[in-house]
Nanobody, 121 residues
């Protein structure tokens, strides 16, 4: 099994920044891809960004150029730096891990518990 623990959510004004972290533990060798999904109220869960251990990245069009995903393999931790946040970025953000690139939602094997990000003035 793999455990994913997120941190870093909160309330921020439009145009602000936040950084999310997700630490993985357990059967780390089972993971080839890590990343972030989000789910806004009344909407389906959607991909935000994914990354491999070698640093290959994939972003949703809605966040490309504003968000940056990175990974620290020594700490088994993935980060999501979110800049120029918009009201429409408000959602619960879920850390995800799997074995298949680029990790579409059906390929996610493990989920974190989620962390709330609220963008509001």
């Amino acid at each position: 099994q793999v455990q994913l623990v997120e941190s870093g959510g909160g309330l921020v004004q439009p145009g602000g920044t936040l950084r999310l972290s997700c630490a993985a533990s357990g059967r780390i060798n089972s993971i080839n891809v890590m990343g972030w999904y989000r789910q806004a109220p009344g909407k389906q869960r959607e991909l935000v960004a994914t990354i491999t251990g070698s640093g290959r990245t994939n972003y949703a069009d809605s966040v490309r150029g504003r968000f940056t995903i990175s990974i620290d393999n020594a700490k088994n931790t993935v980060y999501l730096q979110m800049n120029s946040l918009k009201i429409e970025d408000t959602a619960v953000y879920y850390c995800a891990a799997g074995s298949r690139w680029p990790m579409a939602i059906q390929d996610v094997n493990w989920w974190g518990q989620g962390t709330q990000v609220t963008v509001s003035s």
